[in-house]
């Protein structure tokens, strides 16, 4: 099975820094596309930040110029920096993975575990 596994979060104050880092596990033949979301209970899943597989990197609203995602496709992992962090970047973030597991799959979306990011003033 295919998941994404995702390391850090936290706590922090509003200015600071957090880095965010996403594998996808399993056997994966092929990603397309990287990320990461947020999303606060009852509402939508949002794009915080993706990149492609040839590393275009393309941003959410109200995070471009504060986040920087990354991605290394040798080791399937993603990464998103997030600087200058605001009381209204707390939320919760998922990392993502679109690819497929087998060469004749359809492209699907594979999800890790939400990671909680707090930013207090």
């Known amino acids: 099975m295919c998941s994404c596994r995702r390391l850090g979060g936290g706590s922090v104050q509003a200015g600071g820094s957090l880095r965010l880092s996403c594998v996808a596990t399993g056997n994966f033949f092929n990603i397309e596309e990287m990320g990461w979301y947020r999303q606060a209970p009852g509402k939508q899943r949002d794009l915080v930040a993706g990149v492609s597989k040839d590393g275009t990197p393309y941003y959410g609203d109200g995070v471009k110029g504060r986040f920087t995602i990354s991605r290394d496709n040798h080791k399937n992992t993603v990464e998103l920096q997030m600087d200058s962090l605001k009381p209204e970047d707390t939320n919760i973030y998922y990392c993502?993975?679109?690819?497929?597991?087998?060469?004749?799959?359809?492209?699907?979306?594979?999800w890790g575990q939400g990671t909680l990011v707090t930013v207090s003033s």
């Open positions: 993502n993975a679109y690819g497929r597991v087998r060469r004749f799959d359809r492209d699907d979306d594979y």
